[in-house]
C-alpha cells in the first residue's frame, strides 16, 4: 500500500463495498470497480443490488443477539431443557483397576 493509493481497492466482496460508505453511485461503477465492463447486464444490476443490499449486517446482527442470549442462559451450545435423563446404573459393568 502506497500513500497515493485507496487502501479499499483490493478485492472486496460486493456486499462488503457499501456504496453509502465509499460514496459509490450506479454511475460510478465504471471507474471505481476493476472490470465492471466485463460484466453483462444481469452481473451489472446483481453488483449493484449486492452493494446496496444489507442482508450481511442483518444476518451479523441476528447472530450476535442470539449469541448474546446464549451467554446469558448460562451454557453455550447445549440445549439442557431437551437432555433426557438417564438413569444411574446400580452396579459397575467393568471393574475398576486396582490404582484408582
Not at 442470539?66 to 451467554?71: C, I, K, S, V
Request: proline letters at 7%; hydrophobic letters at 30%; one cysteine or more.
Amino acid at each position: 500500500w502506497r500513500q497515493a493509493d485507496d487502501c479499499y481497492t483490493l478485492y472486496l466482496h460486493p456486499e462488503c463495498y457499501e456504496a453509502s460508505v465509499f460514496g459509490i453511485k450506479e454511475k460510478d461503477l465504471r471507474k471505481k470497480i476493476y472490470g465492471y465492463e466485463a460484466l453483462n447486464n444481469t452481473e451489472r444490476a446483481r453488483l449493484w443490488k449486492e452493494m446496496r443490499s444489507e442482508g450481511r449486517m442483518a444476518k451479523a446482527s441476528k447472530e450476535g443477539a442470539n449469541a448474546t442470549a446464549e451467554y446469558s442462559s448460562g451454557s453455550v451450545g447445549i440445549d439442557t431443557k431437551s437432555l433426557p435423563e438417564v438413569p444411574v446404573p446400580k452396579d459397575m459393568a467393568v471393574p475398576m483397576p486396582p490404582f484408582q
